[in-house]
């Protein structure tokens, strides 16, 4: 069938992926609420069209924190890439540089940070990261990362506990055998996620800072009380998230508290925003509303899911198109 829009590769992505890999990238806590509310908020926003405004020839390039970028979309950190295609990371790594954009890889890749970085030399990507209880595990993921040409820290706020996946839990989510979390090699003996540190405070961003000079961005803010606090401490972006709906159900959708925290932070950083981005005319409204760039998250993993690399590349194309377009008729 003719793939033309992000739903398209979505039906694709659930009727053909294995249904335990489907429901881990599907998840949101609890009762998924906050998860389809990412989607539904974007719906009730309205443009103001104008009229007879030149738009024969537009310009739809961006830079973050100065690196130029082909249009303001980028991918955001997901985990487990080779659940939804052989290849993983590699595949989301090659799409990402051909398109010009920025891909933030997951501390949970399937694939090393070494692997990612070979897989698409010179291209723009940051690294997420988690913080552990063992800081040895974080600060070494922060030196590779940043010896390997990483350009940015994005610091994983919202996850102090993982949140309640019903599916995954009635499933008995783990990775498959052949998988593995690859940065993570040998840094543990048991499972992950049950090491992640909930001591963490707003004192670490001075840890983190004393770790490195990539720039830090903080992922997971949703209030001004927040974004004024990653101002305070010298952070150089923020992305409004809230992990997906995957993490603490009930809270805002993104695109509905994204304008809070820009007027917040009164343009002293960038800030950015994922969550429920389906169509170009979504990325158009986030950056009417402040945003600097979007992120997207599942969407990409549906692409890799129809056709790897290829198959992501389709699915940032149309984003890309839908954005101009929606730029054009909007005037």
């Given at each position: 069938?003719?793939?033309?829009?992000?739903?398209?590769?979505?039906?694709y992505?659930?009727?053909y992926?294995p249904?335990?890999?489907w429901?881990?990238?599907a998840?949101?806590?609890d009762?998924?609420?906050t998860?389809?509310?990412n989607?539904?908020?974007?719906?009730r926003?309205?443009?103001r069209?104008?009229i007879?405004?030149?738009?024969s020839?537009?310009?739809i390039r961006?830079?973050?924190?100065?690196?130029?970028?082909?249009?303001?979309v980028?991918?955001?950190?997901?985990?487990?890439?080779?659940?939804?295609?052989?290849d993983?990371?590699?595949?989301t790594?090659?799409?990402a540089?051909?398109?010009d954009?920025?891909?933030?890889?997951?501390?949970?890749?399937?694939?090393t940070?070494?692997?990612?970085?070979?897989?698409?030399?010179?291209?723009?990507?940051?690294?997420?990261?988690?913080?552990?209880r063992?800081?040895?595990?974080?600060?070494?993921?922060?030196?590779?990362?940043?010896?390997?040409?990483?350009?940015?820290?994005v610091l994983?706020?919202?996850?102090?506990?993982?949140?309640k996946?019903?599916?995954?839990?009635?499933?008995?989510?783990?990775?498959?055998?052949?998988?593995?979390?690859?940065?993570?090699?040998?840094?543990?003996?048991?499972?992950?996620?049950s090491?992640?540190d909930?001591s963490?405070?707003?004192n670490?961003?001075?840890?983190l800072?004393?770790?490195?000079?990539?720039?830090?961005?903080?992922?997971?803010i949703?209030?001004?009380?927040?974004?004024?606090?990653?101002?305070?401490?010298?952070?150089?972006?923020?992305?409004v998230?809230?992990h997906?709906?995957?993490?603490?159900?009930?809270?805002p959708?993104?695109?509905?508290?994204?304008?809070?925290?820009?007027?917040?932070?009164?343009?002293?950083?960038?800030v950015?925003?994922?969550?429920?981005?389906r169509?170009?005319s979504d990325?158009?409204?986030?950056?009417?509303?402040?945003?600097k760039?979007?992120?997207?998250?599942?969407?990409?993993?549906?692409?890799l899911?129809?056709?790897?690399?290829?198959?992501l590349?389709?699915?940032?194309?149309?984003?890309?198109?839908?954005?101009?377009?929606?730029?054009?008729?909007?005037?």
């Open positions: 069938m003719a793939m033309v829009c992000l739903s398209d590769f979505e039906a992505a659930k009727k992926l249904k335990i890999a429901d881990f990238f998840a949101g806590a009762d998924c609420s998860r389809d509310e989607i539904l908020a974007y719906e926003i309205r443009f069209p104008r007879l405004r030149d738009v020839v537009m310009d961006t830079k973050l924190l100065g690196t130029e970028i082909s249009f303001p980028g991918i955001a950190p997901t985990g487990f890439h080779q659940l939804a295609w052989p993983g990371e590699k595949s790594a090659r799409a540089k051909a398109m954009i920025c891909y933030i890889a997951s501390t949970y890749s399937t694939c940070l070494e692997e990612i970085s070979t897989a698409a030399p010179g291209g723009f990507r940051w690294f997420q990261l988690y913080t552990y063992n800081r040895a595990v974080s600060q070494r993921l922060v030196q590779r990362a940043e010896a390997l040409g990483f350009q940015g820290l994983t706020a919202d996850l102090p506990y993982t949140g996946r019903r599916d995954d839990v009635r499933n008995g989510f783990r990775l498959p055998p052949h998988m593995k979390l690859k940065n993570l090699e040998g840094a543990f003996e048991v499972c992950t996620m090491l992640l909930p963490v405070t707003w670490d961003i001075y840890w800072r004393s770790l490195t000079h990539l720039p830090i961005i903080i992922k997971g949703l209030t001004k009380e927040d974004a004024e606090l990653a101002v305070r401490h010298g952070v150089q972006g923020i992305v998230s809230n997906g709906g995957r993490q603490l159900d009930g809270g959708a993104t695109i509905d508290a994204l304008a809070e925290v820009v007027e917040a932070v009164q343009g002293r950083v960038e950015y925003v994922d969550g429920g981005i169509k170009g990325v158009l409204k986030a950056l009417a509303l402040g945003a760039c979007v992120f997207v998250g599942r969407p990409a993993l549906w692409g899911a129809y056709k790897g690399e290829e198959g590349q389709d699915v940032l194309r149309i984003l890309q198109d839908e954005f101009r377009l929606s730029m054009a008729l909007a005037g």
